[in-house]
């Protein structure tokens, strides 16, 4: 049987690309394709030191080498894209070329500030395939002469639940409190000051579950100070305990590649607050129905009155557009078209 490495600076984590990647992981074992893991960190089949965010030295060739010597092919997961270990990338970049490759395009070094003079990332090779998460990455890579192709992040439509109540109760949250829950590390792009005031309209407990990174931590202990709200900062919960504890997930966030919690928001039935960053608007065209982060009165009249109907049509929207049947369907075809079915 063939095999497929997928390779990243971190995987099996719950950052957002860990989680796409394990999407992918899954939709190539249903085409038939061994599977193994390759990262600087996490729990992952092989470990490459020298490709871990906090590296200090970068891996050598010969190490990435050994680490995808029975690869038939490789997916490699954003390392190839944002310049967090520029030279470990280098490294990557090399040992891939004239190789199987799928290069998996989260967010680009372009569409950050402290990263859009360089041009380095992403490479391209004739033996490589492009994919992003949204049509606007999509056209600037066709901008700089990469063709890519789309793939959207899938979710389950259906997910694992947890219990409301006991949640709720492990937490100390009441039965009769009303829970903005932020699912984000903070971070300036995410705009907790947003999410904060939406909280104090709403009269609810704000729950950041992410750590401050980047530098953030004094201003988001400032903001945390000033907020007219009850605070929580536990980090201890899983997806299915923190929507099934929510009444409103708030994701006002000024950018980003994707954005997955509003769609898994959805999935869970749970009412939206969500920015207007172009992946987001993107998203919206699919059909989902969101708040506006500022329209306070609006999430506060759905909260005085449930609309069941809204909770349906974005569960369904996700059913239909962003199913993870529909990954191994659009994973499948990508890799027909490059013919490297195993």
Not at 92 to 117: E, G, I, N
Not at 236 to 262: H, K
Request: proline share 8%; charged share 25%.
């Amino acid at each position: 049987m063939a095999t497929c490495a997928l390779v990243s600076f971190r995987l099996g984590l719950t950052d957002g690309v860990s989680i796409v990647a394990e999407t992918w992981r899954r939709a190539l074992e249903e085409l038939g394709w061994d599977t193994l893991t390759v990262a600087g960190e996490g729990p992952v089949d092989r470990i490459v030191a020298g490709l871990a965010l906090g590296a200090t030295e970068p891996p050598s060739t010969g190490e990435v080498e050994a680490a995808l010597a029975d690869a038939d092919l490789v997916v490699v997961e954003n390392l190839l894209t944002i310049p967090l270990q520029l030279d470990a990338s280098r490294v990557v970049a090399a040992v891939l070329r004239d190789r199987p490759a799928v290069l998996h395009h989260h967010d680009p070094a372009w569409q950050r500030t402290q990263w859009a003079h360089l041009t380095e990332l992403p490479p391209d090779d004739p033996a490589w395939r492009h994919v992003t998460i949204n049509e606007f990455t999509r056209r600037e890579l066709a901008e700089r002469g990469i063709a890519a192709t789309l793939v959207r992040n899938a979710f389950d439509p259906d997910p694992p639940t947890a219990d409301r109540a006991s949640v709720r109760q492990r937490i100390d949250v009441a039965d009769d409190e009303v829970l903005v829950v932020h699912p984000v590390r903070a971070i300036p792009r995410k705009r907790v000051p947003v999410a904060v005031a939406l909280s104090e309209a709403l009269g609810a407990t704000y729950w950041l579950l992410g750590p401050a990174e980047d530098g953030y931590e004094d201003e988001l202990e400032r903001i945390l100070a000033r907020a007219r709200c009850r605070v929580l900062r536990r980090p201890d919960a899983t997806p299915a305990e923190f929507y099934a504890a929510a009444d409103v997930v708030a994701f006002p966030s000024s950018w980003e590649g994707f954005g997955n919690p509003p769609v898994e928001a959805a999935a869970h039935r749970r009412p939206a607050a969500v920015g207007h960053y172009p992946a987001a608007d993107e998203l919206r065209g699919l059909g989902f129905r969101w708040f506006d982060p500022d329209d306070h009165a609006a999430v506060a009249g759905f909260l005085g009155s449930p609309d069941v109907e809204l909770l349906d049509h974005n569960q369904e929207v996700v059913r239909r557009h962003l199913s993870l049947a529909r990954l191994t369907d659009a994973v499948g075809a990508l890799l027909d078209a490059a013919g490297w079915r195993p």
